[in-house]
């Protein structure tokens, strides 16, 4: 009898982690997960990575959306993202240098597989000779990709090929610092994309949730530009390193929903934060950045905020109009003139530029060591209006007779700040300097996929007016490409600059900088730093090349931005990467049954 009773017991011990079990699977099918409202970065209107590196709320969304074969952990740690494993072969009797990637299997937000076809066409589509792109130097130790970019060979001579759908095979023109190319490969401009997605809608295939398809941990689920009611939602990328038909739902991805309501003013943004309503910040307004200053998590973004001076914009003189920025001493005398101590207290989040590679870059390898610690400081922080003044006056330029403007992303308030206060410093040399404001607007093209034009979808003309070197000075933040200093730094030399090239033309010619900048002895180091395999004499050559530029000032570093965010105790399980973007997939929400909605 006590026999029979323990087993009954022992029986329904075990039946209750089954029964338990069959309780969990119930509220799965009524309940996918927890919906988090936060405010996870600026307003946005593209969503292609490949052209996130100067917008740093693009790439904080973009990284939520999209893999790539490696990543750098928090630490600067390179770890494996979409890759499962590699292999080099270097043999110099053979003269064969290869290395080939083994990739994961796991599948975009339709269902389809993430194969290697989909590197291979993303980087051609970044080395494409029509395309301006300053990520393309990070892949030029790749076989025939610099011949490619001068428009010596096709396209399709890049060596990189899919022998197999989960197999990428890289040939490189020699041996090559494999270590440094795989940092490259950390890239959020890197990542694979789909050539029947992208190729059918070039201009707009990531600007809607009907056209655009992620390889990340979510995909994007709503976007609405309407005045009143902007909102993006992103959803769980029910693929994602997931067998669905034995996974769980939530085994790569936790958050079902991840709301942001672009719509609230700044007040409305804290107190539903502070109210528990919202639970990120991951842009802090400029007018709240005092108020949670001390609250805030801070790091160095690997941004530097920056001027380009467009060396070929005729500027007003009240005459014919002149090159203004052509002369060297005239962009000396506009960097002497500005207060970046005054700047960078302005937007709270940020530290006086110094330089123009940004705090966190690596001196060579490692996080270890930084750039910017060893360099020091090559610019001044203080302004120096006497040696402004003095140097134009050598260069016999008379300010007040020279009329030009600074372009400014509209919806970038701290950009704006940072232009006005910019604006002042350069009329107090005598210059008359405006601001020209630059917002998003509408789509107006007509779509032949869809037989109209998209009222969904805006465009960014402040892309288009940097792109196509529509500036006389434009203000934007510089992303690092990769934590390397050379990526940095090489786009200012012509053959690295990464500009496409007029086809039209009988002898294709390379362009340089989209400034107009072309120093032959600049390019002549850049390439000297390329060749170099030397890694502490490659690192001592890049302060080279940094303290020569800075010279010559084709670019005006103003501030090195810093990341800067608040998020509620209710939440856990979230990280960085070293790009300083977060990492929520495994985002967890305590009780958040209170706070899910209807599944829709």
Same mark, same amino acid.
């Given at each position: 009898m006590i026999k029979r009773i323990f087993s009954l017991l022992l029986c329904l011990l075990l039946a209750v982690p089954s029964l338990s079990s069959c309780y969990d699977r119930t509220i799965d099918e009524t309940n996918k997960g927890a919906y988090i409202k936060m405010y996870l970065a600026d307003l946005v209107y593209d969503l292609d990575p490949a052209f996130s590196l100067n917008n740093k709320s693009q790439q904080k969304i973009v990284s939520l959306l999209f893999s790539g074969l490696f990543r750098l952990d928090e630490n600067g740690k390179v770890q494996k993202d979409l890759v499962k494993n590699y292999n080099v072969i270097f043999d110099d009797n053979a003269q064969e240098y290869k290395m080939v990637i083994n990739l994961h299997e796991t599948f975009w937000s339709d269902?389809?597989?993430?194969?290697?076809? %989909?590197?291979?066409?993303?980087?051609?589509?970044?080395?494409?000779?029509?395309?301006?792109?300053?990520?393309?130097?990070?892949?030029?130790?790749?076989? &025939?990709?610099?011949?490619?970019?001068?428009?010596?060979?096709?396209?399709?001579?890049?060596?990189?090929?899919?022998? %197999? *759908?989960?197999?990428?095979?890289?040939?490189?023109?020699?041996?090559?610092?494999? %270590?440094?190319?795989?940092?490259?490969?950390?890239?959020?401009?890197?990542?694979?994309?789909?050539?029947?997605?992208?190729?059918?809608?070039e201009d707009d295939w990531a600007k809607k949730p009907a056209t655009i398809v992620c390889s990340g941990p979510f995909t994007l689920r709503t976007s609405n530009y309407?005045?009143?009611?902007?909102?993006?939602?992103?959803?769980? &990328?029910?693929?994602?390193?997931?067998?669905?038909?034995?996974?769980?739902?939530?085994?790569?991805?936790?958050?079902?929903?991840?709301?942001?309501?672009?719509?609230? =003013?700044?007040?409305e943004i804290k107190q539903k934060f502070d109210n528990g309503e919202i639970f990120y910040i991951g842009e802090i307004p400029l007018s709240l950045r005092e108020?949670?200053?001390?609250d805030a998590e801070i790091a160095d973004e690997m941004s530097t905020h920056i001027y380009y001076l467009n060396q070929k914009a005729k500027i007003d003189d009240g005459g014919e109009g002149e090159y203004l920025f052509a002369n060297e001493a005239v962009r000396r005398a506009l960097s002497l003139a500005i207060d970046r101590e005054a700047i960078a207290k302005s937007v709270v989040f940020a530290r006086a530029a110094t330089g123009l590679v940004p705090y966190g870059v690596f001196d060579s390898m490692s996080a270890k060591k930084l750039f910017r610690e060893v360099g020091g400081a090559v610019l001044a922080t203080s302004p120096n209006l006497a040696e402004a003044q003095s140097t134009l006056a050598s260069a016999g330029i008379t300010p007040s007779k020279y009329n030009f403007s600074i372009s400014?992303?509209?919806?970038?308030?701290?950009?704006?700040?940072?232009?006005?206060?910019?604006?002042?410093?350069? *009329? =107090?040399?005598?210059?008359?300097?405006?601001?020209?404001?630059?917002?998003?607007?509408?789509?107006?093209?007509?779509?032949?996929?869809?037989?109209?034009?998209?009222? %969904?979808?805006?465009d960014d003309i402040y892309n288009e007016t940097l792109y196509n070197g529509a500036f006389e000075v434009i203000a934007l933040d510089l992303v690092a490409p990769s934590p390397d200093a050379f990526s940095i730094l090489a786009p200012y030399a012509r053959a690295f600059a990464g500009q496409a090239i007029d086809m039209s033309t009988i002898d294709f010619e390379t362009m340089p900088h989209i400034t107009g900048f072309d120093d032959p002895a600049y390019n002549e180091l850049i390439e000297q730093i390329f060749a170099e395999a030397d890694r502490e004499k490659r690192a001592s050559l890049l302060h080279d090349a940094e303290t020569m530029l800075l010279e010559k000032m084709p670019v005006i570093p103003i501030v090195f931005n810093q990341d800067a965010y608040v998020i509620s105790r209710e939440v856990s399980r979230y990280s960085s990467s070293y790009y300083q973007n977060r990492l929520l997939a495994k985002l967890k929400l305590r009780d958040y049954h209170r706070y899910t909605e209807p599944v829709q």
């Amino acid at each position: 009898m006590i026999k029979r009773i323990f087993s009954l017991l022992l029986c329904l011990l075990l039946a209750v982690p089954s029964l338990s079990s069959c309780y969990d699977r119930t509220i799965d099918e009524t309940n996918k997960g927890a919906y988090i409202k936060m405010y996870l970065a600026d307003l946005v209107y593209d969503l292609d990575p490949a052209f996130s590196l100067n917008n740093k709320s693009q790439q904080k969304i973009v990284s939520l959306l999209f893999s790539g074969l490696f990543r750098l952990d928090e630490n600067g740690k390179v770890q494996k993202d979409l890759v499962k494993n590699y292999n080099v072969i270097f043999d110099d009797n053979a003269q064969e240098y290869k290395m080939v990637i083994n990739l994961h299997e796991t599948f975009w937000s339709d269902g389809t597989p993430v194969d290697a076809a %989909d590197v291979v066409y993303a980087w051609k589509r970044i080395l494409d000779v029509e395309n301006s792109n300053t990520a393309a130097p990070l892949l030029f130790d790749i076989k &025939n990709a610099r011949a490619v970019v001068e428009g010596d060979c096709s396209i399709d001579d890049l060596g990189v090929t899919d022998p %197999d *759908q989960l197999v990428l095979e890289i040939t490189f023109e020699e041996k090559i610092d494999v %270590d440094q190319f795989i940092l490259n490969l950390t890239s959020p401009a890197l990542v694979p994309l789909r050539e029947d997605v992208v190729g059918r809608n070039e201009d707009d295939w990531a600007k809607k949730p009907a056209t655009i398809v992620c390889s990340g941990p979510f995909t994007l689920r709503t976007s609405n530009y309407n005045p009143g009611d902007e909102l993006m939602v992103l959803e769980r &990328n029910p693929y994602y390193f997931r067998d669905k038909s034995k996974d769980p739902l939530d085994k790569s991805v936790t958050p079902y929903r991840l709301e942001v309501d672009f719509s609230l =003013s700044d007040e409305e943004i804290k107190q539903k934060f502070d109210n528990g309503e919202i639970f990120y910040i991951g842009e802090i307004p400029l007018s709240l950045r005092e108020y949670y200053a001390e609250d805030a998590e801070i790091a160095d973004e690997m941004s530097t905020h920056i001027y380009y001076l467009n060396q070929k914009a005729k500027i007003d003189d009240g005459g014919e109009g002149e090159y203004l920025f052509a002369n060297e001493a005239v962009r000396r005398a506009l960097s002497l003139a500005i207060d970046r101590e005054a700047i960078a207290k302005s937007v709270v989040f940020a530290r006086a530029a110094t330089g123009l590679v940004p705090y966190g870059v690596f001196d060579s390898m490692s996080a270890k060591k930084l750039f910017r610690e060893v360099g020091g400081a090559v610019l001044a922080t203080s302004p120096n209006l006497a040696e402004a003044q003095s140097t134009l006056a050598s260069a016999g330029i008379t300010p007040s007779k020279y009329n030009f403007s600074i372009s400014v992303r509209t919806e970038d308030e701290v950009h704006v700040l940072i232009a006005e206060m910019v604006q002042a410093a350069w *009329q =107090s040399l005598g210059f008359n300097v405006s601001l020209r404001r630059i917002s998003a607007i509408v789509n107006d093209d007509y779509n032949p996929l869809i037989d109209e034009v998209p009222e %969904d979808v805006m465009d960014d003309i402040y892309n288009e007016t940097l792109y196509n070197g529509a500036f006389e000075v434009i203000a934007l933040d510089l992303v690092a490409p990769s934590p390397d200093a050379f990526s940095i730094l090489a786009p200012y030399a012509r053959a690295f600059a990464g500009q496409a090239i007029d086809m039209s033309t009988i002898d294709f010619e390379t362009m340089p900088h989209i400034t107009g900048f072309d120093d032959p002895a600049y390019n002549e180091l850049i390439e000297q730093i390329f060749a170099e395999a030397d890694r502490e004499k490659r690192a001592s050559l890049l302060h080279d090349a940094e303290t020569m530029l800075l010279e010559k000032m084709p670019v005006i570093p103003i501030v090195f931005n810093q990341d800067a965010y608040v998020i509620s105790r209710e939440v856990s399980r979230y990280s960085s990467s070293y790009y300083q973007n977060r990492l929520l997939a495994k985002l967890k929400l305590r009780d958040y049954h209170r706070y899910t909605e209807p599944v829709q």
